[in-house]
């Protein structure tokens, strides 16, 4: 899906995360060639995006999972890892 994030898109739905100082936007986005998850990193400096085909989105989860908390043994929660997580209050 790369160069899929064209003007022509259509936006089906946005969420935003904010985790201590970066801005995570979350666009689940459609063109012709399919839908796309579009995750963007908004620090105060930079901006950084990456683009999922939605086929791709269970893989990151996957991903997700194993590297959180009560994933792979000895990391999150005081075991070096991500720690304390965002609440649901940090979501649009």
Do not use: C
Request: charged share 20%.
């Amino acid at each position: 899906m790369e160069g899929s994030s064209g003007g022509n898109d259509m936006e089906l739905l946005s969420k935003t995360l904010q985790v201590e100082h970066k801005l995570f936007y979350f666009d689940l986005k459609e063109n012709p060639r399919g839908q796309y998850l579009k995750i963007s990193e908004k620090t105060s400096a930079t901006r950084s995006t990456i683009i999922v085909p939605v086929e791709g989105i269970s893989w990151f989860l996957d991903l997700f999972n194993y590297y959180g908390p009560g994933g792979r043994p000895g990391f999150g929660r005081g075991g070096g890892g991500f720690g304390a997580g965002p609440t649901s209050s940090n979501l649009d």
